[in-house]
């Protein structure tokens, strides 16, 4: 489980295991939207990628607003938005075959632990800035 991977290293620089937490995360949202309510601590500057704090911004916003969305509806709710496309992505359809965990969906105590994960990778990023700040780096 991710959460215990990440209990085993919890680093800013443990990029493998919070990636698979924010992908996780919203492939479950999209799929199951009653899970959101498990994320509602989460906002979108906790991801790592601005292309996935995008998905989760759209996707908070929109099944807010009662959006019965897909892939393909998310994809066209970003291209709305001009969100900025990952590297080497032509589209969000595309951006979003390759971003998500797409063979996962979680149940409450999962989607618990990706939240954990995506959190507190974010704490720590946020955390190691503020100590690089003013560092002289060779």
């Known amino acids: 489980m991710l959460r215990d991977r990440w209990a085993d290293n919890p680093s800013p620089f443990n990029q493998d295991t919070s990636d698979a937490a924010e992908r996780a995360l919203l492939a479950s949202v999209l799929w199951a939207p009653h899970l959101l309510a498990h994320a509602d601590r989460v906002q979108p500057a906790d991801f790592r990628s601005p292309p996935r704090a995008s998905m989760f911004a759209e996707m908070r916003s929109g099944f807010a607003a009662g959006w019965r969305g897909d892939a393909v509806a998310l994809a066209r709710r970003l291209d709305f938005a001009r969100a900025a496309l990952p590297p080497g992505c032509l589209g969000w359809a595309t951006a979003l075959g390759q971003a998500l965990e797409w063979?996962?969906?979680?149940?409450?105590?999962?989607m618990a632990g990706y939240v954990q994960v995506v959190r507190e990778a974010s704490a720590l990023r946020r955390?190691?800035?503020r100590?690089?700040?003013?560092?002289r780096h060779p």
């Open 103 to 110: 063979d996962c969906c979680a149940d409450d105590e999962e």
């Open 131 to 135: 100590m690089s700040v003013g560092t």
């Open 127 to 129: 955390s190691a800035g």
